[in-house]
């Protein structure tokens, strides 16, 4: 083995390394797993989904109860039902033409990805119990 044998595996592993940092960055995107940190925040503040104008979440001061509890809620969603919980605040209308829940997603009060943050925090709930 020669010097410059040397160097071009040293290139080698460097060019390994860089392509596993890139897939690492990349990968989480297309899974859209949802940022239940930033769901939380996004559920609990008046500004954003402010759910809790209506809905009881865990450690909020006074949540509302205007709408059903979201905890007991979720307990009826299954890992299969994400799309029906998502279409609940993406467009509620689809399951009550009168219901005075925002229609989140349709009426672009929140991200596809704000969304996708809300619904991965509500599936959290159900862990708790
Ligand atoms: C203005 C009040 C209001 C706000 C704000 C609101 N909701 Fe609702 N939500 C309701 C009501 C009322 C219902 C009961 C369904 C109906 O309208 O008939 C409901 C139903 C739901 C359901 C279905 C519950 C079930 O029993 O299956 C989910 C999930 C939900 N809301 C999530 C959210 C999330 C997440 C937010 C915040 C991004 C939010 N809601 C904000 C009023 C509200």
């Known amino acids: 083995m020669n ?5 071009t595996g040293k290139n080698y592993l460097l060019w390994l390394a860089a392509a596993s940092l890139l ?6 995107a297309p899974g859209r797993a949802g940022d239940v940190k930033q769901g939380e ?5 008046r ?10 979440l865990p450690d909020v001061e006074s949540p509302g109860d205007i709408g059903p ?5 979720m307990a009826a969603y299954g ?11 993406v467009d509620p ?13 349709a009426n672009r009060i929140l991200t596809d990805q704000q ?8 599936y959290t709930l159900n862990k708790k119990k």
């Not at 897939?23 to 989480?28: A, M, R, S």
């Open 115 to 122: 969304i996708d943050d809300v619904v991965s925090y509500l």
């Open 69 to 73: 509890n979201l905890v007991e809620a």
């Open 93 to 105: 209308r689809k399951f009550n033409e009168h219901t005075i829940m925002p229609p989140f997603g």
């Open 23 to 28: 897939l690492l960055f990349c990968l989480p």
């Open 79 to 89: 890992p299969d039902d994400r799309r029906e919980v998502t279409q609940w605040i």
């Open 47 to 56: 500004k954003l989904g402010n759910c809790v104008a209506c809905h009881y």
């Open 3 to 7: 010097c410059r044998d040397k160097v």
């Open 41 to 45: 925040k996004i559920a609990k503040t």
